[in-house]
């Protein structure tokens, strides 16, 4: 839509000097044309009449035209305004973000979040992932259990086919490894998540965290920016689990920087690269079993993608953390 105003308000400027030109030429020489000897019999000066009659039409044409032309501008304007709305709704799909919920499908606090919070951030203009890692089976139960209403916005984003094993806390890094390869397919290929939406921002939080959806999109937009942003409360290596916000183009580098890992045992730390230390969060982009930490794991790859994590003292009013007793998540 962006050549439509240039080229076409080129175009229109063109065809109205055009226009005037030879229009103006005409006129002019029509007009100048030279008359002699008595007004109503000379054969001079009633062609000399007839010619002003027909400058004076010729003109009322020019006018006609040149307001055409300035009507198909302002129609050619309108136009590119309304596909530039409709590129922007598409860029942004339905919603600004999406929410990313660590949990598991027996978790008390994920049935309480599914009539609490959850709705109020889909009103809000989020997505939310599920993000489990469970038998199909089990998978497909929670996926019934989401509240009709929710289903076009609550996706379930299962790892179990990566990982093959049971959920257990010590399986963090390779969950959070499988379910951001999974959303950055989604999100910059296939588009197979979220009936193809993309989204502005990325928020994984833990399910015993009670976000404010409306303050975070808020929040959000009053920081939009193309640069690479990846929030926390104080500048540093790494923002603590139970809320990460980032932006679209600190989502990709991060999600390219762990995606080039592959899955590694313990036992395999030397060959990451670098090599895994312990509590040298610079070597922490390495997606080990057992081993806990996502909010480390994230942070680290962020760096390694080239992003670094910005300090915003307004944080910390974006959510409340933790909310262990699940009645407590109940507004």
């Known amino acids: 839509a962006l050549w439509l105003k240039p080229f076409g308000s080129i175009f229109l400027l063109a065809v109205v000097n055009l226009l005037e030109f030879f229009y103006v030429k005409q006129l002019c020489s029509l007009l100048f044309m030279p008359g002699s000897g008595n007004v109503s019999s000379h054969p001079r000066h ?24 300035v009507a198909g501008f302002c129609m050619m304007f309108v136009i590119e305004a309304l596909l530039m709305s409709s590129n922007l709704d598409k ?20 049935q309480v979040a599914m009539v609490t919070w959850m709705p109020a951030c889909v009103q809000a203009g989020f997505d939310i992932g599920l993000m489990v890692n469970e038998k199909a089976d089990d998978a497909q139960v929670l996926e019934k259990r989401v509240p009709e209403e929710l289903r076009e916005s609550v996706r379930v984003i299962n790892s179990f086919d990566v990982t093959g094993k049971p959920d257990s ?7 959070t490894w499988a379910y951001v390869k999974k959303l950055a397919q989604s999100e910059f290929e296939d588009g197979h998540l979220f009936s193809g939406r993309r989204h502005k921002w990325f928020i994984q939080l833990d399910d015993d965290t009670l976000p404010d959806c409306a303050l975070i999109a808020e929040f959000a937009s009053a920081r939009h920016t193309d640069a690479p942003m990846y929030l926390g409360p104080e500048s540093g290596t790494y923002v603590g689990g139970q809320l990460i916000l980032m932006n679209n183009a600190a989502f990709k580098p991060m999600s390219a920087a762990m995606g080039a890992q592959p899955l590694r045992k313990m036992g395999q730390k030397h060959e990451c690269n670098p090599p895994y230390k312990e509590h040298n969060h610079e070597t922490d982009c390495c997606a080990l079993s057992p081993m806990v930490f996502a909010d480390v794991f994230l942070g680290s790859c962020a760096t390694k993608g080239g992003v670094q994590i910005t300090g915003d003292e307004e944080f910390h009013t974006l959510f409340s953390h933790p909310f262990k007793d699940p009645e407590k998540l109940r507004r």
């Not at 860029?91 to 994920?110: D, I, P, Y």
């Not at 806390?169 to 969950?175: C, D, P, V």
């Open 46 to 69: 009633n062609l000399y009449f007839q010619q002003q009659a027909t400058c004076r039409q010729l003109s009322q044409k020019r006018l006609f035209l040149l307001f055409l032309c």
């Open 91 to 110: 860029e942004r799909g339905r919603h600004e973000g999406v929410m990313m919920l660590l949990t598991f499908a027996n978790s008390s606090r994920l």
């Open 169 to 175: 806390r010590s399986l963090e890094r390779w969950k």
